[in-house]
């Protein structure tokens, strides 16, 4: 059974940072690429950060460019959204999704119909 199971949210001031946690089961990490969404409220759901097989990171959010870093832990099968410097912008809801198969190891996608598998989700909010 696959599951994707987000963790690490929460509250922080402006200039803090969170680490996002992706954990997964039914499948192995590396033989799927993995995307961070996010959306905020009133807005459309969007791509933020993707990792391919070859665990090569695509941005594609100008904005988080430099503050935000996706990385994987075979071992643990977890993918992980680590956010520095954040703003009130990045306020959202953050979700992983598994791409579908049969993909180079190279690729990646911004589109929520390039995946089939979403996790839950996990608030962020950035306040003071």
């Known amino acids: 059974q696959v599951q994707l199971v987000e963790s690490g949210g929460g509250l922080v001031q402006p200039g803090g940072s969170l680490r996002l946690s992706c954990a997964a089961s039914g499948f192995s990490l590396d033989d799927y690429y993995i995307g961070w969404f996010r959306q905020a409220p009133g807005k459309e759901r969007e791509g933020v950060i993707c990792?391919?097989?070859?665990?090569?990171?695509?941005y594609y959010v100008e904005s988080v460019k430099g503050r935000f870093t996706i990385s994987r832990d075979n071992a643990k099968n977890t993918v992980y959204l680590q956010m520095n410097s954040l703003k009130p912008d990045d306020t959202a809801v953050y979700s992983c999704a598994r791409g579908r198969g049969g993909k180079p190891y190279n690729y990646c996608s911004r589109f929520v119909f390039n995946y089939d598998y979403w996790g839950q989700g996990t608030q962020v909010t950035v306040s003071s």
């Open positions: 990792i391919t097989k070859s665990a090569g990171g695509t």
